[in-house]
């Protein structure tokens, strides 16, 4: 599974990435995690609000940090 | 259902029967609300101190205000975040764009009130409304509006100074968003936008298909209040601290001497201040009732909370990847201009 956050940097972003990282890890489920911060590439996904998550390609998440519940419905597929 | 214990069906109240929910909450909410003002002095009476010393005076005030300011501000979080949930980036977007300036201007500014906005989103917010063609004033005027006219700093000031000030400020936070995002159109600063932004391609604004279920609106506001009231609680209480020491040590009238309505440059100078300082409008609040207190102008010490909100230099550093210096620069001189009007206005009517 390859997970991009996209972000230009400020806590919100941070915070994203250590909780998908947490759950991930605590499920056992292998991903590649990234971030982006260049924001040519995050308007490339269309994305107004950031942190913004795209998940093998599909933009599943924008603006604010996403829930526990949902990240962990993204981890369980 | 019947196998739920007590504690498990009132924690899933929200979930099971929402508009129950948000009944009681208000309920209690209000009852917790009413019974500070009296709690406060309850406990104050039981402590060994004298109620008319400057400690006794000092401690009234913090433990009747940290409640209160709390309380209130977690409720006005909560309603917002569930307004939020009806107006997404795309939704305001899809509204503003290709409408003539002027009314678009209105519309912009009071669609800053209640589409959720995070500074770090101004960027990639103001390229995606420059791509479905909405003016670059109108959405300056947006951009103005949205960090300035932010509930938790409406919450404060209801909470601390009355709803008329509150009324008053959003009321003039608007105008300086509307004024200022339309005169900036009229300068046709279009050519300004650095290239690459006017190199991306024209998107056509859809209003996206979120259709929210009321369990999930409320779940948004659970989430809005553990994000903004977890965050700035600490600044909050900080804050009011600070503000009870002031209340309860510093003579009367100490400020009218440096922020009071004589002292012309005050009012500059309160703008100046608010510049470098960022955001957290929460903890700064609560000093400026202290202050306002013992003899500070409210002209002028709105128009530092304004500046402080509106012109932040980190926010304008971020907006450097967007838009030349020279559109920056009479982004920042225009809001400027404004709030200073609103503050010497405010402190010659008053």
């Known amino acids: ?77 | 259902m019947s196998t739920l214990s007590l504690t498990e069906r009132t924690l899933q109240l929200p979930r099971l029967h929402p508009k129950l929910f948000l009944l009681v909450a208000t309920i209690l909410w209000w009852a917790l609300y009413q019974s500070l003002s009296p709690a406060s002095e309850a406990l104050v009476a039981a402590l060994p101190v004298d109620r008319n010393s400057a400690l006794g005076g000092a401690l009234q005030f913090f433990l009747y205000d940290t409640p209160k300011v709390l309380l209130l501000l977690t409720a006005v979080v909560f309603v917002m975040g569930m307004i939020n949930s009806y107006f997404t980036p795309e939704r305001t977007r899809a509204l503003l764009a290709g409408k003539t300036e002027g009314l678009a201007n209105v519309m912009a500014a009071s669609l800053g009130i209640v589409t959720p906005f995070c500074s770090c989103s101004a960027v990639p917010l103001f390229i995606g409304f420059v791509q479905a063609g909405v003016p670059l004033g109108v959405t300056f005027s947006f951009l103005i509006s949205a960090p300035m006219v932010n509930e938790v700093a409406l919450a404060l000031l209801f909470g601390l100074f009355g709803w008329k000030i509150a009324l008053l400020y959003m009321g003039l936070g608007l105008t300086v968003a509307i004024v200022a995002g339309w005169v900036i159109g009229r300068l046709k600063m279009e050519p300004y936008l650095e290239d690459w932004v006017r190199d991306m391609p024209r998107v056509q604004a859809t209003a996206g298909g979120d259709a929210f279920t009321l369990v999930e609106r409320i779940e948004g506001g659970f989430a809005s209040v553990r994000e903004i009231v977890g965050k700035v609680w600490p600044y909050i209480l900080a804050g009011i601290a600070i503000g009870a020491a002031i209340h309860g040590w510093v003579p009367e009238d100490f400020m009218a001497s440096i922020m009071g309505k004589e002292a012309w440059w005050s009012v500059p100078l309160a703008v100046l201040i608010g510049v470098p300082m960022y955001t957290n409008a929460a903890g700064i609040i609560p000093i400026v009732q202290a202050l306002l207190a013992k003899g500070a102008a409210l002209g002028t010490v709105l128009a530092f909370m304004m500046s402080v909100i509106a012109l932040s230099l980190p926010e304008m550093i971020i907006l450097r990847k967007v838009l030349k210096v020279r559109l920056i620069a009479t982004f920042a001189v225009v809001v400027a201009t404004g709030i200073l009007i609103v503050g010497y206005v405010f402190n010659a009517v008053l």
């Open chain 1, 1 to 77: 599974m390859d997970i991009k956050v996209l972000g230009t940097g400020c806590a919100n972003c941070k915070n994203t990435i250590a909780l998908i990282e947490q759950i991930a890890l605590a499920k056992g489920v292998p991903v590649t995690l990234s971030k982006v911060e260049e924001l040519r590439e995050i308007m490339g996904y269309g994305v107004m609000s950031t942190p913004g998550v795209v998940i093998d390609g599909k933009v599943v998440h924008a603006g604010g940090i996403p829930s526990r519940g949902k990240v962990e419905q993204w981890l369980s597929v």
